[in-house]
């Protein structure tokens, strides 16, 4: 039988052909709020890879959940090495989550050949990373929906056809168990994977600076075709390596963001100012990444980022070293007696959150000390915004709240 869908109907037939597998579908919300940031990966194969494992992810965990949640477990499900995933998807396609004890592996793809499962050597080479299970994810963007096609052990894809060239192990998809139901029961035997840290080849520091030269450089395909896989492994395997390649093939500037503040304090100590004279403070400091980012936020680009005089800007910095946030306010006068006022919040380039942590709250606060309103992200939400009118003269301030820290910035509105 064949394993090529190209039928509009698709969903139809595979549920036709293969009852077993299990079809999620997922909202253009879902598909939007998982797509990547321009200029979050070098090359488009890595942007469509970090594409479908953000949706992937995403809809597997919640699989689970609803799984644990009707057999009453208390099992807790966990994307493996979340924040550190960009730094992963550069290179290698696929995610691991974490069941209880377990760990999942899943790699997606979103062509319709099926014939074979297909694993990144990196997914089983490397000891830190290998699951207990291996699950085969197909993803049509297209429709919206994901298939789960089949899964297999470690010990299965270990022993399966190793692809020198391609750097992969392969299954075929009659080599699968296709009832992912099967796993889910299996995970309470005990786990035969070793996580132990072994290295597959010593690399000394002049092997890995030669590695690192050539492999920063941004190019079509993934460095990890240049090298013997095992010297490979060992490299992308030590995360402050793995994540300062990264910044180096996206060009991020590594310097303190907290420092560059410091360094343009004359700007930032006026109440408002107008948005160039930020934007002039932050040339040859800030990347150029950070500046799109900025005027993205404000609906606007870099080519055109003249304001009119009605509009005033004011930018700080909130929080520490380890998680840093860029609060930047528009003020706009609208009606004689009325300023419109715009908070933009978003995690600066070097923090180590790419999106706006789930447990941040920002809150709008009047000049009695009473909240106001209170905003919380979405899911992967890349920029918190909000959007209010004081009186002229009328001042207020915002607070902004995670985990532990809170820091509240009070703005005379003048």
């Not at 940031?37 to 995403?58: F, K, P, Q």
């Not at 192990?169 to 786990?191: F, G, H, K, Q, V």
């Not at 590695?211 to 402050?240: G, L, T, V």
């Not at 009325?338 to 942590?357: A, G, K, T």
Request: charged share 30%.
């Amino acid at each position: 039988m064949s394993n090529t869908f190209k039928q509009s109907n698709s969903t139809d037939l595979i549920e036709s052909f293969y009852p077993e597998h299990r079809l999620i579908h997922f909202s253009i919300e879902d598909k939007e709020k998982a797509r990547p940031n321009s200029g979050d990966y070098s090359y488009e194969r890595a942007t469509r890879d970090a594409w479908l494992n953000r949706i992937v992810s995403n809809l597997f965990q919640d699989f689970l959940v609803s799984f644990l949640q009707e057999i009453g477990s208390t099992e807790k499900v966990e994307i493996w090495q979340e924040k550190n995933l960009p730094a992963i998807w550069e290179f290698v396609n696929g995610t691991a989550l974490t069941l209880g004890d377990k760990r999942i592996v899943i790699i997606p793809k979103d062509n319709w050949n099926t014939k074979d499962f297909i694993v990144p050597a990196e997914w089983i080479k490397i000891s830190e990373w290998r699951g207990d299970y291996y699950v085969a994810i197909q993803v049509n963007l297209d429709e919206m929906w994901i298939r789960i096609w089949g899964y297999t052990t470690y010990e299965q894809i270990q022993a399966g056809r190793y692809d020198s060239r391609m750097r992969n192990y392969r299954l075929t998809s009659d080599e699968l168990n296709s009832d992912i139901y099967e796993m889910l029961e299996a995970r309470l035997e005990e786990s035969v994977v070793s996580r132990d840290k072994v290295s597959l080849s010593v690399l000394n520091p002049a092997e890995a600076s030669t590695m690192m030269k050539e492999s920063e450089n941004p190019s079509s395909f993934s460095p990890r075709y240049k090298f013997d896989i095992n010297q490979w492994c060992a490299f992308i395997a030590d995360r402050k390596r793995r994540n300062k390649l990264y910044q180096k093939r996206l060009n991020i500037f590594t310097t303190s963001f907290s420092d560059v503040f410091k360094r343009t304090t004359e700007v930032f100590e006026k109440e408002w100012v107008d948005i160039d004279d930020i934007l002039e403070s932050l040339d040859n400091i800030i990347v150029p990444s950070f500046k799109t980012r900025l005027l993205g936020g404000l609906g606007t680009n870099i080519e055109s980022s003249k304001f009119t005089g009605e509009k005033k800007f004011n930018l700080q910095l909130i929080g520490d070293k380890e998680q840093e946030f860029a609060l930047l306010i528009q003020k706009k006068k609208v009606e004689i007696n009325e300023i419109q006022v715009i908070c933009h919040l978003f995690p600066l380039m070097d923090s180590q959150y790419r999106n706006i942590p789930k447990d941040l709250k920002m809150s709008i606060i009047e000049e009695s000390g009473c909240v106001h309103h209170e905003i919380i992200p979405e899911p992967n939400s890349l920029m918190l915004r909000y959007v209010f009118y004081v009186s002229e003269n009328e001042n207020f301030g915002i607070k902004i709240a995670c985990q532990n820290q809170e820091q509240t910035n009070f703005f005379i509105n003048k």
